[in-house]
């Protein structure tokens, strides 16, 4: 009886987007209980049933939901049913923790089955030792067209093009492209374009698929293809070539090495990769947490938040010492204690603001010393503009809640000061550290708000002790 209801349930499809997530995009937990119910009770056929035929990215998303043990059972249990394609999907601790479970041999033969672009990622975070192994367990021609990805520098175009690709002369007609695509069994499963090359390999342009479907049998290839404007050197930024396929709305772009040689092509799946990629690697060293997951165990949590919190705490006793400048001016009016935290607060926050577009500009080549000047006029004038404004409300606020006009006067001053400061020092400082080849998401959030609770806690307590004689 078991075994015909392992049966029944191994027959039924995979289940569909409504039932595997909820509105609200999460994996629903149903879901994930009765696959780690058939982990448990290792139904191989439940599993294969229900698991095999769903996209790797829902596989990933499964995969990430799971304890880590089940992980292994998972791969395990579902042997060459099992989509090596979903691991591109996951953290790069758990991809780790999955591989290095596996005996290499288990593992080339998964990766044998991958489009190159997708065998590199999972490569790539291996040890030396590890990937030389499992490289050598794979076919001649396989090995070297890997081989050779991994040589390129991380995080490049090389090391994210595919390696598939169709080439054809320009002398061929378009009815022997035709027949090549179909009769030749290593060409890549999908493409949208076919490259156009010359003996040495040198990259002369590309035909669209749909033109060469249009066109009648006995033109010749030459005739009907277009010139590669734009192809992509493979040391190049991974970035910067997705922004290229990006700005000029391309399907595909072809990957050249230094001697202008065709050596593979970037597909726009891995462009939405890298550019999602980057954006979160912004938004991170932005708040300090480097290249942290989700999936990072308490350790190396630890190692990556510990240094720029360091940082942090000697900006923030930098702060400290401008306070205690200021000693006794705080003792003989304790009002300013209370205030001076306003000050220094609303200045971050306009600091981080400018910060975030600055730093978001650079990334993606929209600031540069065109529209650097104006960007910086403008971010300048926000600042100021702001400042009065806010002047005014604090300014308002302090003379209800301490009846002094003269201390109303004097913070709005220093409102005025530190959100203009705010507005100066997140724009320039940015550009700063891009000048100097360092990268702004890292440094500039640590560097901003040191500017700015220094410029707020001077201003604004320099200029109260001025103002009462208290200094």
Same mark, same amino acid.
């Given at each position: 009886m078991d075994e015909q209801r392992a049966h029944m349930a191994a027959s039924e499809p995979a289940p569909d987007r409504h039932e595997l997530y909820d509105e609200d995009g999460v994996i629903r937990p149903d879901f994930v209980a009765r696959v780690g119910a058939a982990i448990a009770d290792r139904d191989t056929l439940y599993l294969k049933g229900h698991v095999s035929g769903l996209h790797e990215s829902e596989i990933g998303d499964l995969i990430e939901s799971l304890q880590p043990e089940q992980r292994h059972a998972l791969v395990r249990l579902m042997g060459n049913d099992f989509d090596f394609t979903a691991l591109t999907e996951v953290d790069e601790a758990i991809r780790r923790d999955i591989v290095d479970d596996l005996p290499n041999e288990k593992v080339?033969?998964?990766?044998?089955?991958?489009?190159?672009?997708?065998?590199?990622?999972?490569?790539?975070?291996?040890?030396?030792?590890?990937?030389?192994?499992?490289?050598a367990k794979l076919p001649?021609?396989?090995?070297?067209?890997?081989?050779?990805?991994?040589?390129?520098?991380?995080?490049?175009?090389?090391?994210?093009?595919?390696?598939? &690709?169709?080439?054809?002369?320009? &002398?061929?007609?378009?009815g022997q492209t035709i027949d090549y695509m179909r009769e030749d069994e290593d060409l890549p499963d999908s493409f949208a374009q076919? &490259?156009?090359?010359?003996?040495?390999?040198?990259?002369?342009?590309?035909?669209?698929?749909?033109r060469i479907l249009r066109s009648k049998r006995d033109i010749k290839i030459e005739t009907i293809m277009h010139e590669t404007a734009r192809p992509i050197p493979a040391e190049?930024?991974?970035?910067?070539?997705?922004?290229?396929?990006?700005?000029?709305?391309?399907?595909?772009?072809?990957?050249?090495?230094?001697?202008?040689?065709?050596?593979?092509?970037?597909?726009i799946d891995d462009v939405v990769d890298v550019l999602q990629e980057e954006a979160e690697e912004d938004i991170m060293r932005l708040g300090g947490v480097g290249d942290e997951e989700l999936s990072d165990d308490v350790?190396?949590?630890?190692?990556?938040?510990?240094?720029?919190?360091?940082?942090?705490?000697?900006?923030?006793?930098?702060?400290?010492?401008?306070?205690?400048?200021f000693d006794a001016t705080i003792q003989q009016m304790v009002a300013l204690a209370v205030l001076m935290p306003i000050v220094a607060s609303m200045g971050g926050n306009a600091g981080t603001q400018t910060l975030t577009v600055a730093v978001r500009a650079l990334a993606t080549r929209d600031l540069d010393i065109y529209n650097a000047a104006r960007i910086i006029r403008r971010e300048v004038s926000v600042g100021f503009i702001n400042g009065v404004l806010f002047a005014v409300v604090v300014a308002l606020l302090t003379w209800v809640w301490f009846g002094s006009g003269q201390l109303a006067l004097v913070i709005a001053a220093a409102m005025v000061i530190n959100m203009l400061s705010a507005?100066?020092?997140?724009?320039?400082?940015?550009?700063?550290?891009?000048?100097?080849?360092?990268?702004?998401?890292?440094?500039?959030?640590v560097f901003v708000t040191t500017v700015t609770?220094?410029?707020?806690?001077?201003?604004?307590?320099?200029?109260?002790?001025?103002?009462?004689?208290?200094i």
């Open positions: 080339a033969e998964g990766i044998g089955e991958l489009d190159s672009d997708d065998a590199v990622y999972i490569l790539e975070d291996l040890d030396e030792e590890d990937q030389e192994d499992i490289l001649f021609t396989e090995r070297i067209r890997l081989r050779r990805s991994l040589d390129y520098p991380e995080d490049t175009a090389g090391r994210r093009m595919q390696t598939e &690709f169709v080439a054809v002369p320009p &002398f061929w007609s378009v076919i &490259f156009v090359i010359d003996p040495t390999f040198k990259l002369l342009g590309t035909v669209d698929l749909d190049m930024d991974q970035e910067e070539a997705a922004q290229l396929v990006e700005q000029y709305d391309l399907l595909s772009a072809a990957v050249v090495d230094e001697n202008d040689r065709l050596v593979g092509v970037l597909t350790a190396s949590t630890v190692r990556s938040r510990f240094p720029w919190l360091m940082v942090n705490l000697a900006t923030a006793v930098l702060a400290s010492l401008v306070i205690g400048l507005g100066i020092a997140g724009i320039f400082l940015p550009l700063l550290l891009d000048k100097l080849n360092v990268d702004p998401a890292i440094a500039s959030a609770d220094v410029v707020g806690f001077f201003a604004f307590l320099g200029l109260a002790g001025w103002w009462f004689g208290l």
